[in-house]
Protein backbone atom coordinates (compact mmCIF):
# COMPACT_ATOMS: atom_id res chain seq x y z
CA UNK A 1 0.00 0.00 0.00
CA UNK A 2 1.32 3.46 -0.87
CA UNK A 3 0.89 6.46 1.15
CA UNK A 4 0.87 9.81 -0.36
CA UNK A 5 3.33 11.98 1.26
CA UNK A 6 2.17 15.09 -0.27
CA UNK A 7 1.80 18.77 0.59
CA UNK A 8 -1.63 18.11 -0.81
CA UNK A 9 -1.93 15.62 1.60
CA UNK A 10 -0.56 17.12 4.71
CA UNK A 11 -2.53 20.00 3.61
CA UNK A 12 -6.13 18.43 3.44
CA UNK A 13 -5.07 16.88 6.85
CA UNK A 14 -4.41 20.10 8.74
CA UNK A 15 -8.01 21.31 6.92
CA UNK A 16 -9.55 18.58 8.68
CA UNK A 17 -8.20 19.46 12.08
CA UNK A 18 -9.65 22.42 11.94
CA UNK A 19 -12.91 21.40 10.60
CA UNK A 20 -12.66 19.61 14.03
CA UNK A 21 -11.54 22.71 15.77
CA UNK A 22 -14.13 24.83 14.75
CA UNK A 23 -16.91 21.94 15.39
CA UNK A 24 -15.11 21.66 19.08
CA UNK A 25 -15.44 25.74 19.55
CA UNK A 26 -19.43 25.51 18.46
CA UNK A 27 -20.06 23.61 21.26
CA UNK A 28 -17.99 24.68 23.31
CA UNK A 29 -18.39 28.92 23.08
CA UNK A 30 -21.78 28.86 24.41
CA UNK A 31 -20.87 27.22 27.65
CA UNK A 32 -17.57 29.88 28.02
CA UNK A 33 -19.89 32.85 27.32
CA UNK A 34 -22.27 31.98 30.14
CA UNK A 35 -19.36 31.49 32.53
CA UNK A 36 -17.98 34.98 31.65
CA UNK A 37 -19.21 37.93 34.13
CA UNK A 38 -18.08 40.74 32.07
CA UNK A 39 -20.69 41.79 29.70
CA UNK A 40 -18.18 42.82 26.92
CA UNK A 41 -16.32 39.53 27.21
CA UNK A 42 -19.88 37.54 27.25
CA UNK A 43 -21.06 39.51 23.74
CA UNK A 44 -17.40 39.19 22.11
CA UNK A 45 -17.10 35.49 22.40
CA UNK A 46 -20.83 35.21 21.46
CA UNK A 47 -20.02 37.11 18.28
CA UNK A 48 -17.40 34.84 17.55
CA UNK A 49 -19.59 32.10 18.03
CA UNK A 50 -21.40 33.15 14.78
CA UNK A 51 -18.40 33.80 12.69
CA UNK A 52 -17.02 30.24 14.03
CA UNK A 53 -20.11 28.57 12.20
CA UNK A 54 -18.99 30.53 9.38
CA UNK A 55 -15.71 29.24 9.71
CA UNK A 56 -17.01 25.45 9.73
CA UNK A 57 -19.00 26.67 6.14
CA UNK A 58 -15.90 28.09 5.07
CA UNK A 59 -13.63 25.07 5.09
CA UNK A 60 -16.77 23.07 3.74
CA UNK A 61 -16.22 24.99 0.92
CA UNK A 62 -12.35 24.69 0.87
CA UNK A 63 -13.32 20.80 0.53
CA UNK A 64 -15.56 21.33 -2.52
CA UNK A 65 -13.30 23.42 -4.50
CA UNK A 66 -10.81 20.84 -3.60
CA UNK A 67 -12.66 17.86 -5.02
CA UNK A 68 -12.89 16.27 -1.23
CA UNK A 69 -15.61 15.20 1.16
CA UNK A 70 -15.76 17.10 4.02
CA UNK A 71 -14.12 15.40 7.02
CA UNK A 72 -12.86 15.69 10.22
CA UNK A 73 -9.78 14.57 12.54
CA UNK A 74 -10.03 14.86 16.03
CA UNK A 75 -7.96 18.08 16.81
CA UNK A 76 -6.07 17.25 20.06
CA UNK A 77 -4.56 20.76 20.37
CA UNK A 78 -7.74 22.69 20.62
CA UNK A 79 -9.25 19.59 22.64
CA UNK A 80 -6.61 19.77 24.95
CA UNK A 81 -7.04 23.89 25.35
CA UNK A 82 -10.41 23.58 25.78
CA UNK A 83 -9.89 20.89 28.70
CA UNK A 84 -7.55 23.89 30.23
CA UNK A 85 -10.42 25.90 29.65
CA UNK A 86 -13.37 23.91 31.48
CA UNK A 87 -10.60 23.06 34.47
CA UNK A 88 -10.92 26.98 34.88
CA UNK A 89 -14.68 27.25 34.54
CA UNK A 90 -14.77 24.51 37.66
CA UNK A 91 -11.93 26.18 39.51
CA UNK A 92 -12.77 28.61 42.73
CA UNK A 93 -11.52 31.84 40.45
CA UNK A 94 -14.68 34.10 40.37
CA UNK A 95 -15.25 37.52 38.70
CA UNK A 96 -13.39 39.54 36.73
CA UNK A 97 -10.22 37.05 37.93
CA UNK A 98 -12.06 33.91 35.88
CA UNK A 99 -12.86 36.80 33.12
CA UNK A 100 -9.22 37.05 32.75
CA UNK A 101 -8.61 33.06 33.02
CA UNK A 102 -11.25 33.10 29.91
CA UNK A 103 -9.38 35.83 28.08
CA UNK A 104 -5.94 33.44 28.50
CA UNK A 105 -7.74 30.57 26.88
CA UNK A 106 -9.52 32.12 23.85
CA UNK A 107 -6.19 33.38 23.19
CA UNK A 108 -4.42 30.62 23.22
CA UNK A 109 -7.50 29.30 20.95
CA UNK A 110 -6.94 32.26 18.27
CA UNK A 111 -3.32 31.60 18.29
CA UNK A 112 -3.56 28.31 17.68
CA UNK A 113 -6.01 28.73 14.58
CA UNK A 114 -3.65 31.53 13.71
CA UNK A 115 -1.20 29.32 12.83
CA UNK A 116 -3.06 26.57 11.48
CA UNK A 117 -4.82 28.72 8.94
CA UNK A 118 -1.56 30.58 7.83
CA UNK A 119 0.22 27.57 6.97
CA UNK A 120 -2.89 26.17 4.85
CA UNK A 121 -3.16 29.29 3.48
CA UNK A 122 0.33 29.38 2.63
CA UNK A 123 0.47 25.89 1.47
CA UNK A 124 -2.61 26.33 -1.07
CA UNK A 125 -1.15 29.04 -2.38
CA UNK A 126 2.45 27.51 -3.33
CA UNK A 127 -0.12 24.24 -4.68
CA UNK A 128 -2.22 27.10 -6.87
CA UNK A 129 -4.94 26.68 -4.92
CA UNK A 130 -5.81 30.25 -5.23
CA UNK A 131 -9.92 29.81 -4.13
CA UNK A 132 -8.82 28.16 -1.04
CA UNK A 133 -6.31 30.01 0.00
CA UNK A 134 -9.06 33.53 -0.43
CA UNK A 135 -11.62 31.87 1.25
CA UNK A 136 -9.59 30.63 4.45
CA UNK A 137 -8.09 34.16 4.45
CA UNK A 138 -11.33 35.68 5.46
CA UNK A 139 -11.16 32.88 8.28
CA UNK A 140 -7.73 33.87 9.41
CA UNK A 141 -8.20 37.62 9.67
CA UNK A 142 -11.68 36.78 11.70
CA UNK A 143 -9.24 34.81 13.73
CA UNK A 144 -7.11 38.03 14.26
CA UNK A 145 -9.27 40.45 14.80
CA UNK A 146 -10.88 37.80 17.49
CA UNK A 147 -7.38 37.81 19.38
CA UNK A 148 -7.11 41.48 19.24
CA UNK A 149 -10.59 42.00 20.75
CA UNK A 150 -10.20 40.12 23.46
CA UNK A 151 -6.86 41.56 24.31
CA UNK A 152 -8.37 45.15 23.77
CA UNK A 153 -10.89 43.87 26.43
CA UNK A 154 -8.26 42.46 28.86
CA UNK A 155 -6.15 45.96 28.26
CA UNK A 156 -8.96 47.97 28.52
CA UNK A 157 -9.53 47.66 32.31
CA UNK A 158 -10.66 44.17 33.01
CA UNK A 159 -6.68 42.91 33.76
CA UNK A 160 -6.31 45.94 36.32
CA UNK A 161 -10.15 45.13 37.67
CA UNK A 162 -9.02 41.97 38.33
CA UNK A 163 -5.41 42.63 39.83
CA UNK A 164 -7.35 45.00 42.11
CA UNK A 165 -9.21 41.93 43.69
CA UNK A 166 -5.71 40.62 45.16
CA UNK A 167 -5.59 43.75 46.61
CA UNK A 168 -8.98 43.05 48.34
CA UNK A 169 -8.13 40.14 49.47
CA UNK A 170 -5.14 41.01 51.33
CA UNK A 171 -6.65 44.44 52.78
CA UNK A 172 -4.13 46.45 50.87
CA UNK A 173 -4.98 49.67 49.28
CA UNK A 174 -2.37 50.55 45.80
CA UNK A 175 -1.49 53.80 45.49
Not at 129 to 144: F, N, P, S, Y
Request: aromatic share 4%; with cysteine; glycine share 8%.
Amino acid sequence: MQHDHSLHTLMLDEIRDLYDAEHQLVKALPKIAQAATSPMLRKAIEGHLEETKGHVNRLERAFEVLGETAKRKHCAGISGILDEGQQLLKSDFEGVVKDAGIIAGAQRVEHYETAAYGNVIAWARAMGHEEVARILHQTLEEEKAANDKLSNIGEGGLNREAAATMDMDLGESRV
